[in-house]
């Protein structure tokens, strides 16, 4: 949530900010209504003033054996008055609070300008994509083998859901462990095992609510099912006041993402590239705002490591003012290759969300042995989506008879495995 003392000091900073993402300026509108809440305020403690005064007065008249009755009734209208102005005072409040809620994070001064993907700006490729004759799609392949199968997910659950089988079923579980462990023992993230279901609070803690609830799956006890482990993760912190001597908190999770991807009708709908549940690593980092830009370069670099562990091409983006996300003040998007897409597509996107988060779940920090506090800074990164990455592992590793070799680095958690072919 944007800083309401910003947009009193520099409405004019924060509408051209907004302005680089297409939003109309909005301090205007928010000015009147924190104007109004204000002089409702100031009215509120005058009331309270002359209450007191009041209230003085019919003592003084009591003693003196005078008639207080004047005042006493005073008393009583300044009492209507009050609660009538103490209710508009909230209401005035709630209304900032809601135009707030759905304003975006201010881009940083360093991310490029654009109107959509196509403002994106390439910093760098990793790897070079193999030289493949007629590579196949991941879902041809997996039909192949008889290993996938979108069908029978489709008869259980509907669209944008796949049924893996034997070694398929077993790599994504590898790549899965791979990740966690990479991130955990080499890049010193901490694992944590956090709920899938969380209340309204947590979701627009991380920016979910209200402006997605079209893209998330709810319960009918008013749990979210979690689009990422980030929102629990990122809450983790929530109405807390941390040192900042144990900071950066750096987390680390496996869990399965659950997404409606209502936005996202007739898009990727063969394979598992668009999914409702999928497996996902996720990177959480807290840190100061010293520390929050270089922690994201860090976390980034810890992201791409899985992909060049893995041996798969790769390319990492800066996204421009028009694909930022909601709560991110600057994101780097790593896009893996997909031979059989001829294209390389996202399968991490890491975001520096500066205080935007901290200030929606009130998480702050503070030196030791002080008393001013200020708000933390949030990072979050896919490290990696498991799903995207299977797919990727399997159109890049395939082989003319249909077959896929298992990159080194999982044929540990495989039993030895080397070669997925239609009998594994």
């Avoid at 001597?245 to 007739?266: H, I, M, N």
Wanted: with cysteine; proline share 5%.
């Amino acid at each position: 949530m944007l800083d309401l003392r910003l947009i009193r000091e520099r409405p004019h900073f924060v509408d051209q900010a907004l302005a680089r993402r297409g939003i109309d300026p909005l301090s205007h509108q928010v000015l009147e209504l924190d104007e109004r809440r204000r002089a409702t305020q100031t009215a509120l403690q005058e009331l309270q003033r002359r209450r007191n005064e009041v209230s003085k007065s019919i003592g003084m008249a009591r003693r003196a054996g005078e008639d207080a009755q004047s005042l006493m009734d005073e008393v009583a209208a300044i009492k209507d008055r009050a609660v009538a102005l103490d209710g508009e005072e909230r209401s005035l409040g709630r209304a900032i609070d809601e135009v707030l809620a759905g304003v975006p994070n201010l881009p940083a001064a360093d991310v490029p300008d654009g109107s959509d993907e196509t403002g994106n700006v390439e910093l760098r490729r990793i790897g070079t994509p193999p030289a493949i004759a007629a590579p196949k799609a991941h879902d041809d392949l997996g039909s192949a083998l008889a290993l996938m199968d979108t069908a029978t997910a489709s008869r259980l659950s509907g669209a944008r859901f796949t049924v893996l089988r034997g070694a398929l079923a077993r790599l994504e579980r590898a790549l899965g462990q791979f990740m966690l462990d990479l991130q955990t023992t080499e890049h010193l993230y901490t694992e944590v095992s956090p709920p899938l279901m969380v209340r309204d609070d947590a979701m627009f803690g991380t920016g979910q609510l209200p402006k997605f609830a079209d893209q998330l799956f709810r319960t009918d006890t008013g749990h979210w099912l979690i689009p990422t482990a980030e929102v629990p993760l990122t809450n983790l912190v929530g109405g807390q006041i941390i040192d900042t001597e144990v900071l950066p908190l750096r987390l680390t999770a496996l869990t399965p993402c659950f997404r409606s991807e209502a936005g996202a009708a007739g898009k990727d709908t063969r394979g598992m590239i668009r999914q409702h549940q999928f497996w996902k690593v996720e990177l959480v980092s807290v840190t100061t705002p010293e520390q929050s830009a270089e922690e994201h370069e860090r976390m980034t670099v810890c992201a791409e490591a899985v992909l060049c562990r893995l041996g798969l091409p790769f390319r990492t983006v800066v996204l421009c003012t028009g694909d930022l996300g909601f709560a991110a003040t600057k994101t780097y998007d790593i896009e893996v290759w997909l031979p059989g897409q001829g294209t390389y597509r996202e399968i991490s996107s890491c975001s520096n969300c500066g205080d935007f988060q901290a200030r929606r779940m009130q998480a702050r920090c503070r030196p030791r042995g002080t008393k001013e506090t200020q708000f933390v800074h949030t990072l979050n990164g896919s490290g990696l989506a498991v799903g995207r990455c299977l797919i990727a592992v399997m159109e890049n590793y395939q082989q003319p008879d249909g077959s896929i070799v298992v990159p080194e680095p999982l044929r540990a958690y495989m039993d030895g495995l080397e070669r997925i072919d239609p009998h594994a």
